[in-house]
């Protein structure tokens, strides 16, 4: 069998993970483990990270383009090896976040792969903002974002009555599109008059990021007919759980209620919990105009004082929410429990619901301090209360399995009716613990029946950290410290546990947290690090993100009985591009999401210019250091702003050192 995987990872000519093998030459992944080590021993295989390849091998690499302010840049490759060195020279003209096809050219003396661009697969950005700029008889797009080249030659078209200095918005043609050796834009509009204005900053990073507002008429009219659609033979064929007391807990302001919960007492003391998943799937059709537009768009984006959904409103908010007193469609997952959170089976049903209350975090929060239950709880107040007391037997068994715990402070911006801005502390820790630990169980749940049939699905993945990373991590905690023992979710949490209640907490989960890769989805199951689960996908949100819909569609057919080979096969071949263009599109949203609320962050910096605020050291670095304040705003201070001393930059510590007084400004440190 040795020989049967090295002919295998002969012919795939590229990393591959041991549970790919382990599937494809019907061995158990323990016995693939011990032959790929002893192929490693011989020296014929060599392990690239989690994976194995032939030594010298997949000199052609897929994968994003991380550019530096520099210039230089990263290929993220997509089969988890390390990330390849490309330097400016060689990026043939590929820009930040562009997938690429790379050549592995080389090792420089730190002994990291070096390469070169071969060709842009696909582009990452169309749009551009930027100021315009008239010079030399044409006019030119100074873009914003300091990865992109610093001019692009604009057509005159629609630019006659544009003063220079305008800040404005293009759209990017690519030589692969036009035939000309150079990118340019075409104009597409002006983005405000100057001075801060929110509209133009909030359309500004809609243009910027690629994100979606109007859904073509097409997508409306199907969405409209299917929400009419009756439900009469829909209700006779599922089972009905509509006399059970079901109740959904979101914010205060949702309106998109996808996913609600139950428990019932069984007679033998144990509980079943239900986990009750709006059934998106029924009404949005696999190959439909309104599926196109979800897959375009990926994920619902939440601006502060702005949401572009995934789907119509007349669905988000409407047929597929979970609205109660209303008979709604649902896959749901029904969990049997012991009192210490043991899972001792569960079903996949398609089902019909009927939801008693739309419970908030707030009043759940309050409750389970000690409040009384008001009008709408009154009826569930048992349910919650033990739900509460389950979530946190599931929360204490993943802590025992390795699971890594980061407690930062949550902060949702919102926006007064004059575009105020208002800075809130996200806190209800217990009633969000309570939903957040009942959804990981059904996710878990669903990845792993899926996993075990040998189904297709899309799966969420969060793989080890790289060698690098490790190293540069343990020797920042040792500087704090602390001894960061293996790469191990365990050993993470360990750190994370010595640090609890110590100044340097924060920065020190800080610094875990960016030794991490990015979370991704993927056609295989391949482990999720930061929770410690073998087997994880997302099952639980199926109205505003587009690869829950996916799975949603593949559970329906296996519990229909529907699983045709052709179907099989269809998923096969294209989930590896849902999964990568649904990994793409959460980056988009979550920059652009970032990328607003730090402008509504400075927006309450300005307007609170002189007034004095306590807050943490969160970055030191030559020039001073970062302060963090508790709604979230963080900001430079220069060290030449400090009129008590001279300060040097001891990068050993992580500190700055007044040459005079000896004071250190630390890392966590409170000022």
Known sequence: MKQAVYQHLKRRNRPTHPKELARALGLKRSEVRGL??????????????????????????????????????????????????????????????????????????????????????????????????????????????????????????????????????????????????????????????????????????????????????????????????????????????????????????????????????????????????????????????????????????YLPGRVLPMLPEVLSNGVCSLVPGEDRLAVSVLVRLDREGRVLGHRLVESVIRSRARLTYAEVEAFLEGAAPGEALRPLAEDVRTLFLLSQRLRARREAEGAIFFDFPEVKVELGPKGEVHLIPIREEKARSLIEELMLLANRLVAGELEARGLPALFRVHEDPSEDRFRELSEALARLGYRLEAP??????????????????????????????????????????????????????????????????????????????????????????????????????????????????????????????????SGVQSFGFFVLLPNGVEGLVRKESLGDDFYVYDPETLSLLGERTGRRIRLGERL
């Open 488 to 617: 191990t979710p365990a050993a993470y949490q360990k750190v994370l546990k010595a640090a609890a209640g110590r100044p340097e907490a924060e920065v020190v989960a800080t610094l875990l947290l960016r030794s991490l890769k990015l979370a991704r989805y993927a056609e295989e199951s391949l482990g999720h690090f930061g929770l410690a689960f073998r087997d994880y996908l997302h099952f639980t949100s199926p109205i505003r993100r587009y690869p829950d819909l996916v799975v949603h569609r593949v559970v329906k057919a296996m519990i229909r009985g529907r699983l045709s080979e052709e179907k099989l096969e269809r998923w096969r071949r294209t989930f590896p591009q849902v999964a990568e263009h649904a990994s793409v599109r959460e980056r988009l949203a979550e920059a652009a999401e970032r990328e607003l609320a730090k402008y509504h962050q400075a927006r309450w910096a300005r307007d609170h210019l002189g007034e004095v605020f306590e807050g943490t050291v």
């Open 36 to 301: 790929l080590n002893e192929l490693v021993a011989e020296g014929k295989v060599e392990r690239v990270r989690s994976r194995y390849q032939l030594p010298g091998g997949g000199k052609l690499v897929t994968g994003r383009l991380d550019l530096a302010r520099d210039g230089y840049g990263f290929v993220v490759r997509e089969d988890g090896g390390p990330d390849l060195f490309v330097p400016e020279a060689r990026l043939r003209g590929a820009w930040h976040g562009d997938r690429v096809e790379a050549r592995v050219t080389g090792a420089d003396r730190r002994g990291r792969e070096v390469g070169e661009v071969v060709r842009v697969l696909e582009r990452a950005r169309r749009n551009a903002v930027g100021t315009l700029r008239f010079a030399r008889g044409y006019a030119w797009l100074s873009p914003e974002d300091p990865r992109l080249p610093p001019r692009i030659k604009l057509k005159p078209e629609g630019l006659a009555l544009v003063p220079e200095g305008s800040r404005v918005a293009a759209r990017l043609v690519f030589p692969e599109e036009s035939g000309e050796r150079e990118v340019y834009g075409v104009f597409l509009e002006r983005l405000g008059e100057g001075g801060d204005d929110v509209e133009a900053e909030t359309r500004a990073v809609i243009l910027k990021h690629d994100l979606r507002e109007a859904f073509p008429e097409e997508a409306l009219a199907e969405a409209r007919r299917a929400a009419r659609a009756p439900l009469g033979p829909e209700l006779d064929r599922r089972e009905d759980l509509r006399a059970l007391p079901v109740f959904t807990v979101d914010g205060a302001d949702a309106k998109d209620f996808d996913d609600a919960v139950h428990l019932r007492r069984l007679e033998d003391g144990t509980f079943e919990v239900g986990v009750h998943i709006a059934d998106v799937a029924h009404y949005v059709k696999e190959g439909s105009a309104l599926d196109r537009e979800a897959f375009a768009r990926g994920t619902s984006v």
